[in-house]
């Protein structure tokens, strides 16, 4: 059995979409590499820094991704493996990559409880001002715009 400990900055981005692991970055990886009768187990904890944008309402976050993962790299032989021993040593560029992307978030937001962008100024909407978001009235409803609580007392409006 090895242990291995490395940080590898990252040469091109890994992921599409709203965030991603941009190059430069770096991955730190701790890997414990155990020879089996049918190749070398690999055991692996990664941590990487991932940035992009929020869901709702598009300001910039970065958030942290931690994985682990197992995988088996088996010798050359008869089977046919995705993944093999090359000359007595192990890629793990692969299963790191594929562990981190999959990982990273598909709609992600800056706070749980993001209240997004306002749909008529597309500005992001603040916690807290006093607004509340205004709804489009149909205006088959705006006569009962104008009905108010006198009306139902029988009054009228001048």
Known sequence: MREVELDV??????GEGLVAVEPGETIHVFARL?????GILATAAVDAQYRGVCGRCLTD?????EVEFQELFAYPGQ???DLEVQDDHVDLET?????????LPFQPVCR????GLDPATGEPMADGSGTEPRADLDPRWAALAEYT???ADGGRKP
């Open 9 to 14: 900055p990252l040469k091109e981005k890994w």
């Open 149 to 151: 609580a006198t009306d």
């Open 95 to 103: 299963p790191v990559r594929d562990a981190i992307v999959l990982t």
């Open 61 to 65: 976050i970065s958030a942290p991704v």
């Open 34 to 38: 155990e020879s089996v009768h049918e």
């Open 79 to 81: 089977e046919t493996s």
């Open 112 to 115: 749980p409880d993001c209240p």
